[in-house]
Protein backbone atom coordinates (compact mmCIF):
# COMPACT_ATOMS: atom_id res chain seq x y z
CA UNK A 1 0.00 0.00 0.00
CA UNK A 2 1.14 3.18 -0.49
CA UNK A 3 2.52 5.52 1.88
CA UNK A 4 2.35 8.69 0.37
CA UNK A 5 -0.56 10.24 -1.63
CA UNK A 6 0.36 13.68 -3.49
CA UNK A 7 -2.83 16.42 -4.06
CA UNK A 8 -3.43 17.54 -6.31
CA UNK A 9 -3.08 15.10 -9.11
CA UNK A 10 -2.01 17.71 -11.56
CA UNK A 11 -2.10 21.49 -11.51
CA UNK A 12 -1.65 24.10 -14.08
CA UNK A 13 -0.52 27.37 -13.15
CA UNK A 14 0.97 30.56 -15.22
CA UNK A 15 4.68 31.16 -15.48
CA UNK A 16 5.77 33.54 -12.25
CA UNK A 17 2.79 32.07 -10.34
CA UNK A 18 3.34 30.05 -6.83
CA UNK A 19 2.55 26.04 -7.05
CA UNK A 20 1.57 24.51 -3.87
CA UNK A 21 1.74 20.65 -4.03
CA UNK A 22 0.08 18.41 -0.82
CA UNK A 23 1.50 15.14 0.08
CA UNK A 24 -0.20 13.00 2.72
CA UNK A 25 1.21 9.73 4.56
CA UNK A 26 -0.56 7.32 7.50
CA UNK A 27 2.34 6.25 9.61
CA UNK A 28 5.04 7.51 11.43
CA UNK A 29 8.06 8.75 9.72
CA UNK A 30 11.70 9.52 9.90
CA UNK A 31 11.93 11.27 7.25
CA UNK A 32 10.21 12.91 4.24
CA UNK A 33 11.45 13.15 0.41
CA UNK A 34 10.45 15.25 -2.27
CA UNK A 35 11.69 14.14 -6.25
CA UNK A 36 11.13 16.25 -9.25
CA UNK A 37 10.44 14.29 -13.02
CA UNK A 38 11.27 15.70 -16.12
CA UNK A 39 9.00 13.43 -18.89
CA UNK A 40 11.06 10.65 -20.19
CA UNK A 41 13.65 11.27 -17.48
CA UNK A 42 14.75 9.65 -13.99
CA UNK A 43 13.67 11.41 -10.83
CA UNK A 44 15.77 13.72 -9.37
CA UNK A 45 16.04 14.71 -6.18
CA UNK A 46 15.03 18.05 -4.76
CA UNK A 47 14.76 18.06 -0.75
CA UNK A 48 14.61 15.98 2.59
CA UNK A 49 13.17 17.15 5.47
CA UNK A 50 13.42 15.24 9.06
CA UNK A 51 10.62 14.50 11.32
CA UNK A 52 11.82 16.87 13.98
CA UNK A 53 11.96 19.89 11.11
CA UNK A 54 8.99 21.58 10.24
CA UNK A 55 10.31 23.32 7.04
CA UNK A 56 13.45 23.50 4.81
CA UNK A 57 14.17 26.02 2.06
CA UNK A 58 16.45 25.52 -1.21
CA UNK A 59 16.23 28.42 -4.02
CA UNK A 60 12.90 28.49 -4.67
CA UNK A 61 11.39 25.51 -3.04
CA UNK A 62 9.51 25.50 0.05
CA UNK A 63 9.20 22.18 2.23
CA UNK A 64 6.92 22.20 5.41
CA UNK A 65 6.41 19.17 7.33
CA UNK A 66 3.86 18.52 9.89
CA UNK A 67 3.87 14.84 11.48
CA UNK A 68 0.61 15.60 13.58
CA UNK A 69 -0.77 15.80 10.64
CA UNK A 70 0.61 13.33 8.62
CA UNK A 71 1.22 16.04 5.96
CA UNK A 72 3.72 17.69 4.01
CA UNK A 73 3.51 20.57 1.03
CA UNK A 74 6.18 21.66 -1.48
CA UNK A 75 6.08 25.53 -2.60
CA UNK A 76 7.71 26.31 -5.69
CA UNK A 77 7.92 30.21 -5.85
CA UNK A 78 7.83 32.55 -9.35
CA UNK A 79 7.19 29.62 -11.12
CA UNK A 80 8.89 28.76 -14.95
CA UNK A 81 8.04 26.86 -17.82
CA UNK A 82 10.91 24.74 -17.34
CA UNK A 83 9.37 23.71 -13.64
CA UNK A 84 6.64 21.65 -15.82
CA UNK A 85 7.39 17.67 -14.35
CA UNK A 86 5.53 15.46 -11.97
CA UNK A 87 7.18 15.94 -8.09
CA UNK A 88 6.71 13.04 -6.37
CA UNK A 89 7.00 12.88 -2.09
CA UNK A 90 8.51 9.66 -0.81
CA UNK A 91 8.30 8.26 2.77
CA UNK A 92 9.95 5.85 5.14
CA UNK A 93 8.26 4.39 7.91
CA UNK A 94 9.77 5.03 11.67
CA UNK A 95 11.10 1.92 12.28
CA UNK A 96 12.90 1.78 8.99
CA UNK A 97 16.56 0.54 9.32
CA UNK A 98 17.52 0.01 5.42
CA UNK A 99 15.33 1.26 3.77
CA UNK A 100 12.56 -1.65 3.60
CA UNK A 101 9.34 0.77 3.58
CA UNK A 102 10.05 3.68 1.43
CA UNK A 103 7.19 4.38 -0.48
CA UNK A 104 6.73 6.95 -3.31
CA UNK A 105 3.09 8.34 -3.70
CA UNK A 106 1.96 8.55 -7.16
CA UNK A 107 2.76 12.76 -8.07
CA UNK A 108 1.64 15.56 -8.77
CA UNK A 109 1.48 16.19 -12.93
CA UNK A 110 2.59 20.87 -12.62
CA UNK A 111 2.27 22.31 -16.21
CA UNK A 112 3.53 25.69 -16.17
CA UNK A 113 2.85 27.91 -19.59
CA UNK A 114 4.28 30.39 -20.80
CA UNK B 1 31.66 10.83 -12.30
CA UNK B 2 28.86 9.14 -14.98
CA UNK B 3 26.44 9.01 -11.66
CA UNK B 4 23.84 5.91 -12.08
CA UNK B 5 23.64 4.62 -15.73
CA UNK B 6 21.09 1.79 -17.26
CA UNK B 7 21.20 -0.46 -20.38
CA UNK B 8 19.14 -0.65 -22.90
CA UNK B 9 17.14 2.61 -23.04
CA UNK B 10 14.79 0.84 -24.91
CA UNK B 11 13.51 -2.91 -25.25
CA UNK B 12 11.02 -5.19 -27.16
CA UNK B 13 10.38 -8.69 -26.09
CA UNK B 14 8.53 -11.76 -26.77
CA UNK B 15 6.19 -13.30 -24.13
CA UNK B 16 8.81 -15.99 -22.67
CA UNK B 17 11.96 -13.98 -23.22
CA UNK B 18 14.30 -13.49 -20.63
CA UNK B 19 16.61 -10.77 -20.58
CA UNK B 20 19.27 -8.59 -18.29
CA UNK B 21 18.41 -5.00 -17.32
CA UNK B 22 21.72 -3.54 -16.78
CA UNK B 23 22.59 -0.90 -13.82
CA UNK B 24 25.74 0.30 -12.56
CA UNK B 25 27.04 3.38 -10.46
CA UNK B 26 30.61 4.83 -9.69
CA UNK B 27 29.82 6.35 -6.44
CA UNK B 28 30.76 3.94 -4.35
CA UNK B 29 27.30 3.69 -2.86
CA UNK B 30 26.30 0.55 -0.82
CA UNK B 31 22.09 0.69 -1.44
CA UNK B 32 20.86 0.37 -4.42
CA UNK B 33 17.29 -0.24 -5.45
CA UNK B 34 15.07 -1.71 -8.99
CA UNK B 35 11.89 0.54 -9.50
CA UNK B 36 8.83 -0.20 -12.27
CA UNK B 37 7.02 2.83 -12.64
CA UNK B 38 3.43 2.32 -14.59
CA UNK B 39 1.18 5.51 -15.85
CA UNK B 40 -0.76 7.32 -13.08
CA UNK B 41 1.15 5.61 -10.48
CA UNK B 42 4.51 6.23 -8.17
CA UNK B 43 7.69 3.99 -8.38
CA UNK B 44 7.04 0.39 -7.12
CA UNK B 45 10.27 -1.02 -5.51
CA UNK B 46 10.96 -4.62 -6.92
CA UNK B 47 14.72 -5.56 -5.43
CA UNK B 48 17.23 -3.74 -3.41
CA UNK B 49 20.59 -3.99 -1.85
CA UNK B 50 22.46 -3.00 1.09
CA UNK B 51 25.75 -3.92 -0.31
CA UNK B 52 27.60 -6.65 -2.04
CA UNK B 53 26.08 -9.62 -1.40
CA UNK B 54 23.14 -8.71 -0.31
CA UNK B 55 19.68 -8.42 -1.76
CA UNK B 56 15.95 -8.58 -0.86
CA UNK B 57 12.64 -8.09 -2.40
CA UNK B 58 10.90 -5.10 -2.31
CA UNK B 59 6.57 -4.56 -2.76
CA UNK B 60 6.53 -6.43 -6.22
CA UNK B 61 9.62 -9.07 -6.57
CA UNK B 62 7.71 -11.29 -8.84
CA UNK B 63 8.95 -12.10 -12.19
CA UNK B 64 12.24 -10.64 -11.27
CA UNK B 65 15.90 -11.81 -10.06
CA UNK B 66 18.78 -9.58 -9.13
CA UNK B 67 22.70 -10.50 -7.81
CA UNK B 68 25.11 -8.02 -6.58
CA UNK B 69 28.64 -9.77 -6.85
CA UNK B 70 29.92 -6.22 -6.91
CA UNK B 71 29.46 -2.21 -5.38
CA UNK B 72 29.11 -1.20 -8.58
CA UNK B 73 26.65 -3.43 -10.62
CA UNK B 74 23.13 -4.49 -9.94
CA UNK B 75 21.39 -6.22 -12.68
CA UNK B 76 17.36 -7.08 -12.93
CA UNK B 77 16.90 -10.19 -14.87
CA UNK B 78 13.43 -10.52 -16.18
CA UNK B 79 12.81 -14.82 -15.98
CA UNK B 80 9.95 -15.28 -18.69
CA UNK B 81 8.60 -11.73 -19.62
CA UNK B 82 4.98 -10.97 -19.51
CA UNK B 83 2.63 -8.19 -21.05
CA UNK B 84 2.27 -7.14 -16.99
CA UNK B 85 5.96 -6.87 -16.72
CA UNK B 86 5.63 -3.71 -19.75
CA UNK B 87 7.17 -0.87 -17.72
CA UNK B 88 9.41 1.74 -17.51
CA UNK B 89 12.30 0.68 -15.11
CA UNK B 90 14.66 2.60 -13.01
CA UNK B 91 17.70 1.59 -10.74
CA UNK B 92 18.90 3.58 -8.09
CA UNK B 93 21.45 4.08 -5.73
CA UNK B 94 22.24 5.81 -2.33
CA UNK B 95 25.27 6.12 0.12
CA UNK B 96 22.83 5.77 3.02
CA UNK B 97 19.16 3.94 3.38
CA UNK B 98 17.44 4.58 1.08
CA UNK B 99 14.82 6.62 3.18
CA UNK B 100 17.68 8.88 4.58
CA UNK B 101 19.52 10.00 2.10
CA UNK B 102 18.67 11.47 -1.46
CA UNK B 103 18.77 8.50 -4.22
CA UNK B 104 20.42 8.76 -7.77
CA UNK B 105 18.19 7.83 -10.58
CA UNK B 106 19.43 6.33 -13.81
CA UNK B 107 17.67 7.55 -17.18
CA UNK B 108 15.53 3.96 -16.88
CA UNK B 109 14.76 1.53 -18.83
CA UNK B 110 11.27 1.27 -21.55
CA UNK B 111 10.21 -2.40 -21.89
CA UNK B 112 7.54 -3.68 -23.81
CA UNK B 113 6.34 -7.37 -23.67
CA UNK B 114 3.87 -8.26 -26.10
Known amino acids: SQQGEEDPQALSIQEGENATMNCSYK?????LQWYRQNSGRGLVHLIL?????REKHSGRLRVTLDTSKKSSSLLITASRAADTASYFC??????????????FGPGTRLSVLP | NAGVTQTPKFQVLKTGQSMTLQCAQD?????MSWYRQDPGMGLRLIHY???????DQGEVPNGYNVSRSTTEDFPLRLLSAAPSQTSVYFC?????????????FGPGTRLTVT
Open chain 2, 92 to 104: ASSYWPRGSDEQY
Open chain 1, 27 to 31: TSINN
Open chain 1, 49 to 53: IRSNE
Open chain 1, 90 to 103: ATDGAADNYGQNFV
Open chain 2, 27 to 31: MNHEY
Open chain 2, 49 to 55: SVGAGIT
